[in-house]
Nanobody
């Protein structure tokens, strides 16, 4: 069973940047599509971005042009570069591979 560990969250002012990381415990990670999701208090978990094994990316409309997903298979890690952050980006961010979820990392954007 693969394990996923997110890191990189924190508190940032509006307009700032963060880079989230999702590190996998097994190299089989490189063959899977990986997704970043987020869940704000009182809201359902929503898909933010995905990246396939071959590097094809897809984004939610709300983050296009501001967030960039990428992967480094040698490091078994997927990244989410977050620029021009807005208060509405505040949420717990999770990565998912197959049916496995990470534990999440909190992002808080102050106005």
């Amino acid at each position: 069973q693969v394990q996923l560990v997110e890191s990189g969250g924190g508190l940032v002012q509006a307009g700032g940047s963060l880079r989230l990381s999702c590190a996998a415990s097994r190299s089989i990670f490189s063959t899977y599509t990986v997704g970043w999701y987020r869940q704000a208090p009182g809201k359902e978990r929503e898909l933010v971005a995905t990246i396939t094994a071959s590097g094809i990316t897809n984004y939610a409309d709300s983050v296009k042009g501001r967030l960039t997903i990428s992967r480094d298979n040698a490091k078994k890690t997927v990244y989410l570069q977050m620029n021009s952050l807005k208060p509405e980006d505040t949420a717990a961010y999770y990565c998912k591979m197959g049916t496995t979820w990470g534990q999440g990392t909190q992002v808080t954007v102050s106005s």
